[in-house]
């Protein structure tokens, strides 16, 4: 697989007259989603593939369980998993 580099980077952005902030800024929306709730985490992802089961639903050995699985099948962080699994505990 090939490498990019910021030097290509930038070149493409200045050819394609994209902004260097617009590929810069990205990181902002990692600070957005990290503000995010257990709440707004579980509403905003599990709802993607499936209705989202009541927090009762499952004892919380079974969300532990459920969010490692989880965490993999939508490409969740550690720390989105675990603020969704908090929540769902009721922590």
Known sequence: ???INIKN???ACLL???PVSTIISGCAA???VAAKTGSQLWSENC???H???PATAFSADQWETIG???QSRALLTETEK???VQFLKGE
Request: glycine content about 0%; aromatic content about 4%.
């Open 82 to 84: 675990n603020k969704i």
């Open 16 to 18: 394609f007259s994209i």
């Open 30 to 32: 990692s600070a957005k």
């Open 9 to 11: 980077l930038i070149v």
């Open 68 to 70: 490692l699985h989880m």
């Open 47 to 49: 709802r993607r593939c």
């Open 51 to 53: 209705n989202t089961p």
């Open 1 to 3: 697989m090939k490498k």
